[in-house]
Nanobody
Framework: QVQLVESGGGLVQAGGSLNLTCVVH????????MAWYRQSPGKKRELVAL??????????NYGDSVKGRFTISRDSAEKWVALQMRNVRVEDTGVYYC?????????????WGQGTQVTVSS
């Protein structure tokens, strides 16, 4: 069973940088995608960055509010996925969740991490 463990959250000043990492534990399947979501206070969980995995290369999608500031990356063995956060803003505050999707017994399977808190101060 896939388990995801996030780390790297914390307190950072606006304009600063922070790096989040999500490590995959358990047997590594062939992922369809690896992603970061966040849930800010009083808001629904939203997509931050999506990395879709294809045999001929990965594709990347970012939420409009983080384009040009955040970068998602992974290792070739799909054992971790990272989120590099630059020029952070107060509105980036929230709990950041790692997410993966893979096929298991012909069923699309979603896995979530427990989340890591990011707080951006002004």
């Amino acid at each position: 069973q896939v388990q995801l463990v996030e780390s790297g959250g914390g307190l950072v000043q606006a304009g600063g940088s922070l790096n989040l990492t999500c490590v995959v534990h358990g047997p590594i399947p062939q992922f369809n995608s690896m992603a970061w979501y966040r849930q800010s206070p009083g808001k629904k969980r939203e997509l931050v960055a999506l990395l879709s995995i294809f045999t001929d290369g990965d594709t990347f999608n970012y939420g409009d509010s983080v384009k040009g500031r955040f970068t998602i990356s992974r290792d070739s063995a799909e054992k971790w996925v990272a989120l590099q956060m630059r020029n952070v803003r107060v509105e980036d505050t929230g709990v950041y969740y790692c997410h993966t999707n893979h096929w298991e017994r012909l069923q699309s399977t979603d896995t979530w991490g427990q989340g890591t808190q990011v707080t951006v101060s002004s």
